[in-house]
């Protein structure tokens, strides 16, 4: 499953890639969430389930889909039209290194540690390793900021979800209810900033990478998170984050030919290291074999 969910998430930057050149970045989130609101509104329906009505509920899904949807994904779209997929996605992948930081500043049950200080610095190297060099191309330095902005709005997301539970609302609830808000917000945005009815009618290919990002990336996605956050937890969940830039480059490489240079990997392997060393697990597995206490596997 968590493969899956890797190969999915991974998908929607070459979705995005596919799609962006010929729908503007703001419509084409618009058309990410409000269809995954469409599909996860109807799996609410199927379940027997309902949604709550609360309004401090929906407060707190309008600042959630802000925080985790209409923010981070226009960010990222918006960079992914001037970076390539693959790049985008390694980007994309130091979410984990910023979520540190905000729940060491604002939770008192997630304090930093010297490990996950050494992570976030390894991180951070790696980030400065990508975007070292100049030679950024047209849209200069913006794009690798607006994708590193998007992984900063997820971590303030993941910090600001711990309070769905306390609100007695279910996974897919949140989801669902998430990806409602964030359509408010943007639908009036993409109407006013991209105007969609002037633009020329999109080719098969646009459409089905738009129906993939919607059913595949977004909603299928969702479904799978919360199936593997129930049954292997959310620490064993983060295990995604190695893995997402993995199928995102393979599907840049294979599929849309896209290059990858010595300072990209030189800068993913960087950002890996910080994030082995933020999850910790591998060093005391590391440390455990060499004691003879276990194996690495």
């Known amino acids: 499953m968590l493969l899956a969910l890797s190969v999915l998430w991974g998908g929607s930057f070459f979705f995005v890639e596919v799609a962006v050149g010929a729908i503007p970045p703001l419509t084409l989130v618009l058309l990410r969430v409000g269809g995954c609101a469409l599909v996860l509104w109807a799996v609410v329906a199927m379940t027997g389930g309902t949604m709550p009505a609360r309004p401090e509920v929906w407060r707190a899904f309008l600042v959630m889909g802000l925080l985790n949807n209409a923010v981070?994904?226009?960010?990222?779209?918006?960079?992914?039209?001037?970076?390539?997929?693959?790049l985008a996605a390694i980007l994309n992948a130091t979410t984990p290194l910023f979520t540190v930081i905000v729940?060491?500043?604002?939770?008192?049950?997630?304090?930093?540690?010297?490990?996950r200080v050494a992570g976030v610095g390894f991180g951070f190297l790696g980030v400065v390793v990508l975007m070292g060099g100049g030679g950024w191309g047209e849209g200069g330095l913006l794009p690798y900021l607006a994708c590193l902005g998007g992984a900063i709005s997820?971590?303030?997301?993941?910090?600001?979800g711990r309070r769905f539970q306390r609100l007695g609302v279910t996974p897919l609830q949140t989801a669902a209810g998430q990806v409602t808000a964030s359509t408010l917000f943007l639908l009036p945005l993409a109407l006013g900033v991209d105007r969609p009815w002037t633009l020329?009618?999109?080719?098969?290919?646009?459409?089905?990478?738009?129906?993939?990002?919607?059913?595949?990336?977004?909603?299928?996605?969702?479904?799978?998170?919360?199936?593997?956050?129930?049954?292997a937890g959310a620490t064993?969940?983060?295990?995604?984050?190695?893995?997402?830039?993995?199928?995102?480059?393979?599907?840049?490489?294979?599929?849309?030919?896209?290059a990858i240079g010595l300072r990209e990997v030189a800068g993913m392997a960087i950002?890996?290291?910080?994030?082995?060393?933020?999850?910790?697990?591998?060093?005391?597995?590391?440390?455990?074999?060499?004691?003879?206490?276990?194996?690495l596997t």
């Not at 020329?200 to 479904?223: C, D, I, K």
């Open 236 to 258: 064993n969940l983060l295990l995604v984050t190695f893995l997402i830039p993995v199928s995102a480059i393979l599907l840049g490489i294979g599929i849309l030919g896209e």
């Open 72 to 86: 981070p994904f226009s960010l990222i779209v918006w960079g992914q039209a001037h970076l390539s997929s693959s």
């Open 154 to 160: 997820y971590a303030c997301a993941g910090v600001f």
């Open 103 to 115: 729940a060491g500043l604002v939770l008192a049950d997630e304090r930093m540690t010297p490990g």
């Open 271 to 295: 950002i890996g290291i910080g994030l082995a060393a933020v999850d910790g697990r591998p060093a005391g597995r590391l440390k455990a074999a060499v004691r003879g206490e276990g194996s």
């Open 200 to 231: 020329p009618a999109p080719g098969p290919e646009v459409v089905a990478a738009v129906a993939g990002l919607v059913v595949l990336s977004t909603a299928l996605a969702y479904l799978l998170y919360f199936r593997i956050l129930a049954v």
